[in-house]
Nanobody
Framework: QLQLVESGGGLVQPGGSLRLSCSAS????????RGWFRQAPGEEREGVSC????????HYEDSVKGRFTISRDSTKNTVYLQMNTLKPEDSAIYYC?????????????????WGQGTQVTVSS
């Protein structure tokens, strides 16, 4: 059974950087696309970025384009989200998810396996 575990969240000042990791276990080959989502208090969960199983397709939500970079290391079954130039509005719980494909519109309904989330707080 696929299990996902996020790490790397924390408190950072505006303009700072964090790198989130999402490690997968319970599979011999990571053939899933992976997505990052976030949910702020009182808000709907939104798709932030996704990456295909091969790593050659990536998509980003408009507000993070140019600031966030998604990547994956298939040898470690791990996906990363490098977040630069962080803003207070990036504060949220960030979730990793696995699904069959990475599409331009990142819908949570397209992803079936989820991690427990990691808190990101951007504040001075």
């Amino acid at each position: 059974q696929l299990q996902l575990v996020e790490s790397g969240g924390g408190l950072v000042q505006p303009g700072g950087s964090l790198r989130l990791s999402c490690s997968a276990s319970g599979l011999t080959f990571d053939y899933y696309a992976r997505g990052w989502f976030r949910q702020a208090p009182g808000e709907e969960r939104e798709g932030v970025s996704c990456i295909s199983s091969s790593g050659d397709i990536t998509h980003y939500e408009d507000s993070v384009k140019g600031r966030f970079t998604i990547s994956r290391d298939s040898t470690k079954n791990t996906v990363y989200l490098q977040m630069n130039t962080l803003k207070p509005e990036d504060s949220a719980i960030y979730y990793c998810a696995a699904g069959p494909s990475c599409l331009a519109t990142i819908w949570q309904e397209d992803f079936g396996s989820w991690g427990q989330g990691t808190q990101v707080t951007v504040s001075s």
